[in-house]
């Protein structure tokens, strides 16, 4: 028996399906997943004009809430509640509220305080969005920016648009994403998305001690040669690897790890000739990627950090319809009761 | 208790109530005539003699009293998470007429004095017993013997190490053999804590799909496995408290076939829920030990049913609410969980995942048996009593619940069992006192 509890999307969508918050992609379907994907391409032609705003997030205020250091992530959401035309606050709280002591509830209260429309939150603890989706106010829209090894469901669609841009959809697709998914919330968000989008194999490729417990009940099967997992690849993600990871007696070094699964021009060579290179940044070169693959004509990093922009703006204007449509509907009950 | 009157005479008349023992017989339509604090009567001539006050216990269990054997008031010490005022009058609401209190006070109970602080305070404000259970070692620290012999002089009646273990199996062994010169009960929560390290979840599916820091089974089961082998060696009464791993039933099973001296409880939140409760980061449901798999839940309620589990405990540890506001990681681990404990495993006897009688032995001769206390209803044994109605319902609210703990595993649904009253040598306990 499981306790009775809200599963994410009582949190994060709206009674008609539509997104009011995105903490996951946990129980969100392909034709949901795939209209961020549509609505991001539409985007995407703005960010191509000489004036590159739209309004619909004109008089927002979009509150960036990262508890966790960033820069790219940041900065494309910060360029993607630009376009949108909102206000943008950016907070580094880690280096000020925090460190005084002041509890997360209490800080979120005095940022409601300042009437903000939208929390863009990373955060280093899994599920410190669904927290705050659950304490603010109605009416305030958190988007999910990386939570601890949880879920980064906007690094994950921006894959999947990078990857459609390139393979024109996902049927029959051989995917393989390699090394540290123990401790990655991108490699989680990435298995849901191609999951639900409908890739034929996914493959994921570590040694033993960067694997999660029951990985495979996530959809995808273990290789731990990487040579075998390369096989006909699609596509190859590869994951940062953190230095760190040498201190915790889960790798013997840098050296041994870039050998057995580190992407040299070798060992892509063993995947279909059409395989893309994928990173979701920043890259670690020569530990997790050899500079030639990274520069090479078969890697779309650099794609994927403009889609990034696309992606969020996509997202964020979806919530905050999602949340408009939600405070209307709710408007038109109290009116009705009134009339009755 | 005719009426709304509180039970106050010096004798009381219980009629046509299910009487069960606690060691498994149960008889229909039964009464009890209770006088000067102990049992009098039982049957017809319960219902033939006269009393000052009587109950008409019609559709109602009559129990011996609940026995928890692992409960926090937070008294001394935490006084914001919860007091023996609060927390022993929860107790009696769910039925407990015995608690005996973790040695996690502040400071440790770990010395006569702190002992005799928990009796005092009890004996002022508590309706119920309350049984200390001393510090294995000094300051809970894992490193030097406490003063076995003297706590269990002042009153407490085994000794452990909380939630904290003993991670040096030297001296985890040393305070076995001196435990054993006393013929003490050490009871252990198993855990290796450098299996275990800074996780806050079962290692498991949810784990991996949510990103949670888990704790393997192994951390349990290699420290079950440890404490056998030295509560054999040593010939200590070993207990082991709030086992989560069907594994570890076994091996406590596997252990009683050898002729190991060993006794083991479970929470009924492990008979209950699992690691799927995590599935939205409900901050209630971090515990130590974490949620398991089903096939450990089903493993846990056999391990009750058949009896290699003695007791059901409630670990019961209230918090302020501050404590469970917070990203589920940053959160205190623990339930506030004896004033529902009672609901719950009446909705496992609905789904018959055990009977009323193997629930109700978990909660009174079990327990009882492994602290070598009596909890029988029979003829001059003292009346520690618990009445309750399994078919009537109530709803735990933050609002309704009397525990300083507002974190309970169930609220605002409609649970089966009211607690009528609650007797604790025939004074009332519940819901007078």
Redesign the interface.
């Known amino acids: 028996?499981?306790?009775?509890?809200?599963?994410?999307n009582h949190?994060q969508l709206t009674r008609d399906g539509q997104l009011r918050h995105f903490l996951t992609l946990?129980g969100l379907g392909r034709e949901l997943l795939t209209d961020i994907l549509d609505t991001a391409d539409s985007f995407i032609e703005v960010g191509e004009r000489s004036i590159k705003k739209v309004p619909l997030l004109r008089g927002r205020t979009v509150v960036n809430l990262f508890f966790e250091a960033s820069t790219r992530t940041r900065s494309t959401f910060e360029l993607a509640a630009k376009r949108l035309s909102a206000d943008v606050l950016n907070l580094d709280i880690n280096t000020s509220a925090t460190s005084k002591g002041e509890?997360?509830?209490d800080t979120l209260l005095n940022l409601e305080a300042m009437a903000s429309d939208m929390f863009v939150v990373r955060?280093a603890?899994?599920?410190?969005p669904?927290?705050i989706a659950e304490?603010v106010t109605p009416g305030v829209a958190i988007i999910n920016a990386g939570?601890?090894?949880?879920?980064h469901p906007t690094q994950a669609m921006l894959d999947m648009l990078t990857i459609r841009q390139h393979k024109g959809g996902f049927e029959g697709l051989k995917v393989a994403i390699v090394g540290d998914i123990l401790h990655s919330?991108v490699a989680?968000s990435q298995i849901r998305a191609l999951n639900e989008l409908g890739a034929e194999q996914i493959r994921v490729i570590a040694p033993g001690t960067l694997l999660?417990?029951?990985?495979e009940?996530?959809g995808c099967t273990v290789e731990y040669d990487m040579a075998k997992g390369m096989k006909d690849l699609d596509v190859v993600i590869m994951l940062r690897l953190q230095k760190e990871r040498m201190e915790g007696a889960l790798l013997p070094s840098e050296r041994e790890f870039y050998r057995l699964y580190g992407l040299s021009q070798d060992k892509l060579a063993l995947a279909h000739p059409e395989c893309i290179v994928m990173h979701p940044g920043p890259i670690n070169r020569g530990v997790e990627i050899e500079s030639a693959v990274a520069d090479g004509p078969q890697s779309v990093i650099l794609n994927q950090v403009t889609n990034g922009i696309a992606i969020r703006m996509a997202v964020m204007s979806m919530a905050m319809g999602g949340q408009m449509a939600e405070r209307q509907q709710k408007q038109n009950e109290i009116n009705e009761r009134g009339l009755a | 208790m005719s009426g709304n009157d509180h039970f106050s005479g010096a004798s009381l008349k219980i009629t046509g109530g299910r009487l069960l023992d606690g060691h498994g017989s149960e008889t229909p339509n039964s009464a009890l005539l209770i006088r000067n604090g102990r049992i009098a009567a039982i049957g017809e001539a319960a219902e033939k003699a006269d009393a000052d006050q009587s109950f008409d216990a019609r559709g109602c269990v009559i129990s011996p009293g609940f026995v928890d054997l692992s409960c926090n008031l937070r008294e001394p010490g935490n006084g914001q998470k919860g007091n023996m005022v609060s927390e022993t009058r929860a107790a009696a609401r769910g039925g407990f007429t015995t608690v005996c209190v973790s040695p996690e006070t502040s400071p440790v109970n770990d010395s006569r004095a702190v002992t005799h602080l928990i009796r005092d305070g009890a004996y002022v404000s508590s309706p119920i017993r309350v049984l200390p259970v001393g510090a294995l070692t000094r300051g809970l620290d894992g490193e030097m013997l406490s003063d076995m012999s003297g706590l269990t002089a002042a009153g407490c009646i085994a000794v452990g190490n909380g939630s904290r273990g003993v991670r040096n199996a030297r001296v985890l062994r040393r305070c076995m053999a001196y435990a054993q010169t006393f013929g003490l009960i050490v009871m252990l929560r198993p855990e290796n804590q450098s299996l275990a390290a800074d996780g806050y979840a079962h290692d498991g599916l949810v784990s991996a799909r949510l990103g949670l820091l888990g704790i393997p089974e192994v951390a349990e089961t290699a420290a079950v496995m440890e404490m056998l082998l030295l509560a054999e060696e040593t010939g200590v009464r070993l207990h082991l408290s709030q086992l989560s791993c069907g594994r570890s039933v076994e091996m406590v099973a596997d252990a009683r076939s050898r002729g190991i001296a060993v006794t083991a409880d479970v929470a009924m939140h492990q008979l209950v829920f699992t690691e799927e409760a995590l599935s939205g980061f409900d901050s209630r449901f971090h515990l130590r030990p974490p949620l398991r798999s089903e096939a450990d839940r089903q493993a846990l309620v056999a391990g009750v049913r058949e009896g290699v589990i003695d007791a059901i405990v409630s670990q019961h540890l209230p918090h302020e609410s501050a404590a469970k506001q917070a990203p589920l990681p940053d959160t205190e681990p623990g339930l506030s969980s004896i004033e529902s404990l009672l609901s719950l495993g009446l909705e496992l006897v609905q789904r018959g995942e055990f009977t009323l009688a193997e629930l109700i032995r978990g909660l009174t001769s079990g327990p009882a048996s492994v602290v070598g206390l009596n909890a029988t209803i029979g003829q001059d044994d003292v009346a520690d009593l618990c009445v309750f109605d399994p078919e009537a319902h109530w709803t735990p609210s933050k609002r309704s619940l009397i525990s300083a703990g507002h974190h309970a595993p169930v609220l605002d649904r409609p649970l089966p069992g009211v607690v009528r009253f609650t007797l604790v040598e025939g004074r009332e306990a519940w819901p007078g006192a």
């Open positions: 028996m499981t306790a009775n509890l809200a599963s994410p949190l946990d509890s997360l509830s955060h603890q899994s599920g410190a669904h927290f304490s939570d601890g090894r949880h879920a919330r989680r999660p417990k029951d990985v009940s996530l």
